[in-house]
Structure formats: structure tokens, C-alpha cells
């Protein structure tokens, strides 16, 4: 497809799972975004990519939160040992070039933490 | 640091009334602005951006002028529509673009 694609859409996990969340950018996309969305609030951001190198991750909110594109292209953010807090939607975005510009979002992953 | 305050919703209105979401932001440098829309069900889509000051961005009836000396970013738009029901928010980035602040979003609902 055209946009951008995160899967699963809809996960839930015991307390003390691990998970892992993709995000298939627009295909020639140099930025990837992850950002965190709690219910009723806008979007917190996580981490960046530019290609394969993260060059942020100031907004991981603990060791817990791991994030790679190995490639450039496909990124995965894994979540070790979830706790209930970390219950969210998580979001992916793309953009173009480097440095600031329209991100295209992904529909998101709903993550529940029984 | 960098932050967006936005207006707290929920905003209900009648159609063909007129819109003000207001936008202020707080940054070091020069950020570029933008407003992003979330309609029901759906991923958050751009809707309008400004890069500079006394940048005016457009879309869809809505509007925002960047203004650096009151740092805001409103958003208007003279006549809604049902149609513009939907989650507004403000959002900047820093010069470098490698992160990006959102507000906490306003929910209008626009009634027939």
C-alpha cells in the first residue's frame, strides 16, 4: 500500500510479556517516528530514525522500551516485561527527508497490559 | 523545553458557525508549526503546517498563522461543517526535526 502500515493493530499481553510492534513506512521514507498516545491525550514522542541510525531516544520512558530499523525501512519497537502502565496506542510516522517536515502516520497499535 | 498548549475541548458547535482552536507554543529557535486532524476511526493526517513567521497555513477552509511574537498558531475557519467533526492538534518541531511535541488535542463536534 501507499501509507504507512503498523501490525498487529490490536494486541494485548499479560503483565510481564514481551512485545513487539512493526511499522512498515512509505517505501523511500528516510525519518521513522514512534510515538506513544494515551487515551484522550496527543501523541508523546519516543524515538527517530534517520535511515538505520537512532538519533534520538530521549523519550523511551525506560530500559524496557527498544527500538530498531536495521535497514531503513521496517522498524520494530519491542517492549520487554510490559507492565499495565504502558497500556497505550502506539504510533508510527514517516517522513521524507531529514529534518523537519509532514510525518505520515500509521493507524497505530492499541496495546492492552492485563 | 519544547511544549504545545492547546485549548481544552470538547468544542461542540452549530454548522456554518465560526471556529478558533487556540494554539501556543513554547520553543527555543525557530520551530515549524503544524495542525493534524484525527476523524473518527482514522489515523492523524496533516491538515495545515507553517515553517516561519508570518507564514499563514491553509487547507480545507481551515487557516493558522504562525505568530513569533505571541507564539501562537491558531486555528479558524469561518463556516464548519459536520463533516469537521473530528480531534485537532497542534504540533511542532524543532529546526533539527528529530522530535516533534504535540498538544493534547481538542475534540469538536459540530452539529446539524
Known amino acids: 500500500g501507499a501509507g504507512v502500515s503498523q501490525s498487529p493493530r490490536y494486541k494485548v499481553a499479560k503483565r510481564g510479556q514481551d512485545v513487539a510492534l512493526r511499522c512498515d513506512p512509505i517505501s523511500g521514507h528516510v525519518s521513522l517516528f514512534w510515538y506513544q498516545q494515551a487515551l484522550g491525550q496527543g501523541p508523546e514522542f519516543l524515538t527517530y530514525?534517520?535511515?538505520?541510525?537512532?538519533?534520538?531516544k530521549s523519550g523511551l520512558p525506560s530500559d524496557r522500551f527498544f527500538a530498531e530499523r536495521p535497514e531503513g525501512s521496517v522498524s520494530t519497537l519491542k517492549i520487554q516485561r510490559t507492565q499495565q502502565e504502558d497500556s497505550a496506542v502506539y504510533l508510527c510516522a514517516s517522513s521524507l527527508p531529514a529534518g523537519p517536515d509532514t510525518q505520515y502516520f500509521g493507524p497505530g497499535t492499541r496495546l492492552t497490559v492485563l | 523545553g519544547d511544549s504545545v498548549t492547546q485549548m481544552e475541548g470538547p468544542v461542540t458547535l452549530s454548522e456554518e458557525a465560526f471556529l478558533t482552536i487556540n494554539c501556543t507554543y513554547t520553543a527555543t529557535g525557530y520551530p515549524s508549526l503544524f495542525w493534524y486532524v484525527q476523524y473518527p476511526g482514522e489515523g492523524l493526517q496533516l491538515l495545515l503546517k507553517?515553517?516561519?513567521?508570518?507564514d499563514k497555513g491553509s487547507n480545507k477552509g481551515f487557516e493558522a498563522t504562525y505568530r513569533k511574537e505571541t507564539t501562537s498558531f491558531h486555528l479558524e475557519k469561518g463556516s464548519v461543517q459536520v463533516s469537521d467533526s473530528a480531534v485537532y492538534f497542534c504540533?511542532?518541531?524543532?529546526?533539527?526535526?528529530?522530535?516533534?511535541?504535540f498538544g493534547t488535542g481538542t475534540s469538536l463536534t459540530v452539529i446539524p
Open positions: 504540533a511542532l518541531s524543532d529546526r533539527s526535526g528529530n522530535q516533534f511535541y
Open positions: 530514525f534517520q535511515n538505520e541510525a537512532q538519533l534520538d
Open positions: 507553517a515553517t516561519k513567521a508570518d
